[in-house]
């Protein structure tokens, strides 16, 4: 997959980036997103996602790089599932706490578009995302908390963001890949399909993982 074609503008920057600056980033991201007919995939039904015929393992700690592979691919060809559970929990939260629920996706938003430019700008912290993405998801998460320590809003993002975030990420790494998994990846990986979830992955500097 390609990367996000940034302006030359914004890729050049080295001075603290503003709230404006983040906007045009988004408007950059949303713009390629079009040009790229990105489109998600269907809704696997629940006797693939967790039912009769899913099968699930352990992963082996000890083969990192394989773990990875497998909750990566895992999230690109079930991501309308984790989309929808995702949002389901997060509509239930919102129902009875709609502020701080948008106090806290407004947070999380927009420190990953700063860790997002940050990693686009600076060669270490590109490293980092590329080498370390469960770091870096924890190191959005974790600033993300810090700050609605001071705001307000930490419960709501506990069980609206955090934990569900947390389901997905166990999910992706205990369910085994089928073979449609693979072939429907590998068709991401080699730039035939755009999905919602490979632009995300993207942004976490894993895009050369899916479909391996």
């Not at 085994?176 to 500097?205: A, F, V, W, Y």
Request: overall charge positive; proline content about 6%.
């Amino acid at each position: 997959m390609g990367a996000v074609d940034y302006p030359k503008q914004v890729r050049n920057r080295t001075r603290p980036l503003p709230c404006f600056e983040l906007w045009e980033m988004w408007s950059v991201i949303r713009l390629n997103m079009e040009k790229m007919d990105v489109q998600p995939p269907p809704i696997r039904t629940l006797d693939d996602f967790v039912l009769g015929s899913a099968q699930f393992a352990v992963p082996d700690i000890r083969n990192l790089e394989r773990w990875n592979n497998r909750i990566i691919n895992n999230l690109l060809y079930y991501q309308s599932n984790y989309f929808v559970s995702f949002l389901t929990i997060l509509g239930i939260v919102g129902y009875f706490q709609p502020f701080n629920l948008f106090l806290g996706a407004t947070v999380v938003t927009l420190i990953f578009m700063a860790f997002v430019w940050a990693a686009e700008n600076q060669a270490p912290i590109r490293r980092f995302r590329r080498n370390h993405p469960s770091l870096a998801l924890g190191a959005i998460l974790g600033a993300s908390y810090l700050f609605l320590t001071v705001l307000g809003g930490v419960a709501v993002f506990l069980f609206g963001i955090a934990f569900p975030i947390l389901l997905i990420l166990i999910h992706a790494s205990v369910r085994l890949r089928s073979l449609k998994n693979k072939l429907e990846n590998k068709l991401e990986s080699i730039g035939l399909k755009r999905t919602p979830m490979g632009l995300l992955l993207e942004s976490l500097g894993q895009e050369q993982e899916a479909g391996s």
